[in-house]
């Protein structure tokens, strides 16, 4: 077994929990010991440092604080969400060399009691992980059900290829790690062109023209390339081709269907686990008729007609959209 | 390794003098690292490798000949550091290794200490993602989303109901904020940084 300590970060808690549960299903099966980093923070994804600049960094810097107390028998940091890894291997790059912010950084950590010297771990994704420690081949020795005919477009987006300061990929265009591990699950891997474009990050809250011509070029190069389904490694990038996909095809006047899950969660598959424990069943976008073609039968997905009136426990008729509630206030507590 | 050790020699030569008090030499400070700003040999590879350029009131390239012109508040109040999606296309591509994206940051974060911006939909953005964070500890999708939209874009809430109900019912959003067990301690990180920026 190899250990890690694990920063999970915010998206795989929630909007990609099927990300978390798929990694969570296959990791004993590839010898993946992982260690969770104690009371984590948000990474701040691309949204504190275009706010504040010692704080976006101080912000990270409490979680390599925490991660480098935590150093035991490994001092590798591993992240699953691509802004997660950037921001941390960022935070470490420039503290390193830029020894003004080191010190500032280490100013702010100090009014919490923590200490970070940079360079203390080591920190990468998960792909890098699995792909250049664990390897391809026992990753291909644990294959029961080969995805044999299944087309599939690696899609790794933008933030874990690059920049890539501490060079860890072989390419920060057109990185080939992904590709690999797929055609070892047995799948047909599209040659995929746009593997490493812009998903649209933020911009769907932002500008949503903007936003929907992000995800088109992207749905529509995949479909060009008749690929079944696209296969992602970041929560962002799942999120904004699989639930901002049907709003893309009203824009457009377009009828794409093409689904895209997490790559673990095509590694649970190849390796005979069930879909429940993979966290399928819960995208936007049905991936069960590309698997069904190479005779992968998912259980039918639980009827989504929610009839708001219907729900019980239900006080207020007037509230048509849930709102947030925060923690403590009566409804929460229910 | 640092980056430093890889370039080759004739990029490695000293930068240029800077002129004392120049934009130019506020907006390099205000980066992490050796931003590499005033490398900047105007070859337009960014804005070609921009996925939002089209979007933009000036491409990267120009927004660097404006920062080297002094223009200030042209170059704080242009839409150029919001429509950047942070892909990094153009730092990898930059012959100069100028790092574009960090410099964009920069720019967003003194447009909104300035106040200097026309559109504010990008900056609240990223004020109420960052405000949950101060309070929780985490982010959280639902608050930011309901909270970001009422203000911005009412008109369009009653279309954004199949993705809300989809992502709650699918188990993919929750409806009350995580908080981490030491808020205390990161506010009073975060705070005490924020302090050091106004230095």
């Known amino acids: 077994m190899n250990k890690y300590l694990f920063y999970p970060g915010c998206s795989l808690q929630r909007t990609a929990r099927p990300y978390m549960d798929s990694l969570l299903a296959i990791r004993e099966m590839i010898g993946l010991e992982l260690e969770e980093i104690e009371d984590w923070n948000c990474c701040g994804a691309t949204e504190y440092v275009?706010?504040?600049?010692?704080?976006?960094?101080?912000?990270?810097?409490?979680?390599l604080a925490l991660a480098a107390r935590q150093v035991n028998g490994t001092h590798t940091v591993m992240a699953a969400c691509s802004a997660c890894y950037l921001n941390l291997a960022k935070t470490d790059s420039y503290m390193r060399q830029d020894a003004h912010l080191a010190q500032q950084v280490n100013t702010a950590l100090d009014a919490g009691g923590l200490h970070y010297t940079p360079g203390t771990v080591k920190v990468r994704h998960l792909l890098d992980i699995i792909v250049n420690d664990l390897g391809i081949e026992a990753v291909r020795a644990k294959v029961v059900r080969p995805l044999k005919g299944l087309r599939v477009a690696p899609y790794y987006g933008c933030m874990i290829a690059r920049p890539d300061r501490d060079n860890r990929w072989d390419n920060v265009e057109h990185p080939l790690a992904l590709d690999r591990l797929l055609k070892a699950l047995g799948a047909e891997v599209i040659d995929f062109p746009m593997k490493t474009h812009c998903c649209?990050?933020?911009?769907?809250?932002?500008?949503?023209?903007s936003a929907y011509e992000l995800i088109r070029r992207l749905i529509h190069g995949a479909a060009e390339y008749h690929a079944d389904i696209m296969v992602t490694l970041c929560p962002m990038c799942q999120l904004n081709l699989d639930a901002y996909q049907a709003e893309m095809n009203r824009y457009f006047r377009t009828d794409y269907h093409v689904p895209i899950i997490?790559?673990?969660?095509?590694?649970?598959?190849?390796?005979?686990?069930?879909?429940?424990?993979?966290?399928?069943?819960?995208?936007?976008?049905?991936?069960?008729?590309?698997?069904?073609?190479?005779?992968?039968?998912?259980?039918?997905?639980?009827?989504?007609?929610?009839?708001?009136?219907?729900?019980?426990?239900?006080?207020?008729?007037?509230?048509?959209?849930p709102m947030p509630r925060m923690p403590g206030s009566k409804e929460a507590d229910e | 390794m640092t980056e430093q050790q890889n370039l080759p020699a004739h990029q490695a030569a000293s930068p240029p003098p800077f002129v004392p008090g120049s934009f130019l030499k506020e907006v390099m400070d205000a980066t992490p690292g050796d931003?590499?700003?005033?490398?900047c040999i105007q070859c337009g590879t960014c804005g070609g490798s921009c996925p939002s350029a089209a979007d933009m009131d000036h491409t990267?390239?120009?927004?660097?000949?404006?920062?080297?012109?002094?223009?200030?508040?042209?170059?704080?109040?242009?839409?150029?550091?919001?429509?950047?999606v942070s892909c990094y296309y153009c730092t990898v591509r930059c012959p100069q290794e100028v790092h574009i994206t960090d410099v964009m940051y920069t720019l967003k974060r003194m447009a909104i200490r300035e106040k200097l911006y026309d559109?504010?939909?990008?900056?609240?953005?990223?004020?109420?993602?960052?405000?949950?964070?101060?309070?929780?500890?985490?982010?959280?999708?639902?608050?930011?989303?309901?909270?970001?939209?009422?203000?911005?874009?009412?008109?369009?809430?009653?279309?954004?109901?199949?993705?809300?109900l989809g992502m709650l019912?699918?188990?993919?959003?929750?409806?009350?904020?995580?908080?981490?067990?030491?808020?205390?301690?990161?506010?009073?990180?975060?705070?005490?940084?924020?302090?050091?920026?106004?230095t």
Not at chain 1, 50 to 63: F, M
Request: aromatic fraction near 8%; charge should be positive.
């Open chain 1, 50 to 63: 275009a706010v504040h600049h010692v704080a976006a960094y101080a912000l990270v810097g409490r979680n």
């Open chain 1, 200 to 209: 649209g990050g933020h911009m769907t809250q932002i500008n949503q023209a």
């Open chain 1, 262 to 321: 997490y790559f673990t969660q095509l590694m649970g598959l190849a390796f005979g686990l069930e879909a429940e424990a993979l966290g399928l069943g819960k995208e936007f976008v049905d991936p069960r008729p590309a698997l069904s073609r190479i005779g992968i039968e998912l259980p039918a997905a639980e009827p989504e007609t929610v009839t708001v009136g219907e729900q019980p426990r239900r006080k207020k008729k007037d509230s048509g959209l």
């Open chain 2, 35 to 39: 931003s590499r700003l005033q490398m």
């Open chain 2, 60 to 84: 990267p390239r120009q927004i660097f000949a404006m920062i080297r012109a002094d223009m200030r508040e042209a170059v704080l109040r242009s839409n150029t550091p919001w429509y950047c």
């Open chain 2, 119 to 164: 559109d504010s939909t990008a900056p609240d953005f990223s004020q109420t993602f960052i405000g949950y964070i101060e309070n929780f500890g985490r982010s959280f999708e639902f608050g930011l989303a309901t909270r970001h939209n009422l203000r911005h874009r009412p008109l369009q809430l009653p279309s954004m109901v199949p993705f809300g």
């Open chain 2, 169 to 198: 019912t699918k188990g993919r959003m929750d409806l009350t904020p995580q908080r981490i067990e030491k808020i205390e301690q990161l506010q009073a990180i975060l705070n005490r940084a924020i302090e050091l920026e106004a």
